[in-house]
């Protein structure tokens, strides 16, 4: 239970941080000079779900690399859709994608793909560090 709690913590910071930066670079591309980034409270347990792939992890650990990425892929657009569908009914979502052309539902983009494939392989890192190996 220890690590499960710590893991929610690192994944929950890796999250918000990567957020953060990739919507100051947002700024940076739209010539704001505050180049200032943004997250959300709600964000922080989204992103720290991701401590719960550890068992998915275990059980595909002897599979290539681009399974395993796009599994964690497939994971996190799951989650990123109830989550975001939920906020949208209480009407705190944090992030509109209507704008872009390959939404669904308004709350996931599947030009996001490749950005959460590498986030899903980190956070398998994050959640698998200090496993032994047998």
């Known amino acids: 239970m220890k690590k499960l709690c710590k893991d929610f913590l690192k994944c929950g910071t890796i999250g918000w941080c990567m957020e953060i930066l990739v919507t100051s670079f947002d700024a940076f591309r739209k010539r704001e000079p505050t180049l200032t980034g943004h997250t959300s409270v709600f964000m922080f347990p989204i992103y720290g ?3 719960l792939l550890r068992p998915l992890c275990i059980l595909m650990s ?3 690399w681009i399974v395993r990425g796009a599994t964690y ?3 996190i657009f799951s989650m990123e859709y109830i989550s975001g ?3 949208q009914k209480k009407g705190k979502c944090p992030w509109r994608y209507d704008r872009a052309g390959w939404n669904i539902g308004k709350v996931i983009r599947l030009d996001y793909a490749p950005a959460w494939f590498g986030l899903g ?3 398998e890192k ?3 560090s ?3 190996k047998r």
Do not use: I, K, S
């Open 121 to 123: 392989l980190l956070f």
């Open 62 to 64: 002897g599979f290539h």
């Open 126 to 128: 994050v959640v698998m």
């Open 49 to 51: 779900a991701a401590c």
């Open 73 to 75: 892929m497939t994971c």
């Open 85 to 87: 569908r939920y906020l």
């Open 130 to 132: 200090g496993r032994r």
